[in-house]
């Protein structure tokens, strides 16, 4: 029997259902990253089969952002272009999942009619049971979980511990979309933690939207320290790496677990959204400009080699060209060594929703373009210092089309960092630790050879 005429009949057999092949985008953040692997993995445990190539799937999962307008369009546009595909016979199913339907669930049908479910974030557990009802097959009596299905490769991958958000930073929708805080058990973490490392993952990268309160809801006290000692016992794992560190909870005792542990990447990444007293105020951002100075030449002072990634806020509304012209300055002192900048972006149901004096497009378009000028300058010169090292990196992929391995460093996290593309001597392979000296750069990676 064909797909076709297996599609036309109105039952099935659950034999007949696992013919069909699964595929999913992923949109948004590494926390929406594991959440989708998640789910691929109780899919997979179920029977169906995964595939990277829309082409082949017969059902596809939209895994949605929606913290901005950006990320909303982002999914609107990938949904929109999913119902062409079903229209057009290319695809039997389409399920949406994220934070879009979490965020909009009461007219995520009048807006995509040819979308077959929505699923709001907690019921992404039920997900082989959604796609048994949308096939009217009799539901199973059990689902296990499965193993998560890794979508980066295996050389490096996210542990969630901990979702949802108990800050409330006037710009924000996480907490109404993703709830409170709350903390995954320490041994449920390692668990996960083992079984990742036995499957070759060679780098843990931790993230929650606060790390750093990570424990305080469960345990009562921070336990992110004892969380990442645990972690690092574990044997075959060769790097941790600590993600979205909320500067008011970068502790001394952090840090100096970050340099003094052999297996901590030397590395931490620490959103200060803005620089100005008033503006950090309306934020409700909990440091001064006077603590987050201070903060930051503490972490460059003492701790030299850790690298400080960051994330700011350009167009915030009450934002005058003063206190743009602060945070500018501000970038130029503290040479922070990566920094991401985003325009406001203005989202019903804040509180800077309601504020007075937003800024046009066209004014953040602009401030956005003169802020990321100012950093790309730095991390240029900070790129030019690094030609001529040897620096030791986990190599990720190989590129077939130019050659080149693709790696990563210990103060460069992947993805949103440079990279380093080498060319093999030939003992390297994917998965390896490696020595690599760097002879140039070309805006995006470093460029270097295998030693």
């Known amino acids: 029997m064909t797909k076709k005429e297996l599609s036309d009949k109105k039952t ?8 069909k092949k699964v595929s999913a985008i992923s949109l948004g953040c590494d926390k929406n990253k594991v959440d989708l692997e998640k789910l691929l993995g109780r899919i997979k445990e179920y029977g169906l089969e995964i595939t990277a190539d829309i082409s082949y799937a017969d059902i596809v999962i939209v895994n949605t952002c929606a913290f901005i307008q950006p990320a909303e369009e982002e999914a609107i546009s990938n949904i929109i272009e999913m119902e062409a595909l079903k ?4 695809i039997e199913k389409i399920i949406v ?3 879009f339907p979490e965020r909009h669930y009461s007219e995520m049908k009048s807006l995509f009619p040819d979308v077959d479910a929505f699923l709001k974030i907690k019921d992404n557990i039920d997900i082989c049971k959604t796609i048994e009802q949308l096939y009217e097959l009799p539901q199973s009596k059990k689902y296990n979980e499965g193993e998560r299905v890794l979508t980066s490769g295996n050389t490096y991958a996210y542990l969630k511990i ?7 930073c006037s710009y924000c929708t996480i907490p109404r979309i993703r709830g409170r805080y709350i903390s995954q058990p320490i041994d449920e973490l390692v668990a996960e933690a083992k079984n990742l490392v036995s499957r070759g993952v060679q780098e843990i990268i931790l993230v929650a939207q606060d ?9 009562g006290e921070n336990k992110l320290v004892d969380l990442c000692k645990k972690l690092c016992k574990i044997k075959d794992l060769k790097y941790l790496r600590i993600h979205y560190a909320y500067p008011e909870k970068v502790t001394k005792q952090l840090l100096d677990f970050i340099a003094n ?11 200060l959204q803005h620089i100005d007293n008033e503006i950090l105020k309306s934020m409700r951002r909990r440091l001064s400009e006077q603590d987050t100075r201070n903060l930051i030449n503490f972490i460059k002072s003492n701790y030299p080699q850790i690298s400080i990634r960051s994330t700011f806020i350009v167009g915030y509304p009450g934002e005058t060209r003063q206190k743009f012209n602060k945070l500018c300055h501000f970038l130029k002192e503290a040479e922070i060594d990566y920094a991401g900048f985003f325009p406001y972006s203005k989202e019903q149901n804040t509180a800077s929703y309601y504020m007075k004096k937003h800024l046009s497009q066209r004014t953040k378009k602009k401030r956005l373009k003169k802020a990321q000028k100012i950093q790309e300058k730095i991390m240029f010169q900070k790129a030019n210092a690094l030609i001529g090292r040897e620096i030791t990196v986990l190599v990720d ?14 103060n460069m996290s992947p993805l949103v960092d440079f990279g380093v593309r080498f060319v093999d001597n030939g003992s390297v392979k994917i998965g390896d630790v490696t020595k690599v000296k760097i002879f140039g750069f070309d805006g995006a990676d470093y460029l270097g050879e295998a030693l």
């Open 162 to 168: 901990a979702d949802g958000c108990n800050n409330v």
């Open 12 to 19: 099935m057999t659950k034999k007949e259902l696992l013919t």
């Open 261 to 271: 542990e052999d297996k901590m990447c030397k590395y931490i990444d620490i959103p």
């Open 397 to 410: 992929k190989f590129d077939e089309n130019t050659g080149d391995y693709i790696a990563h460093g210990q």
């Open 211 to 219: 790390t750093t309160r990570y424990g305080e809801d469960l345990y």
């Open 87 to 90: 229209q057009n016979g290319r």
């Open 97 to 99: 999942t994220g934070c």
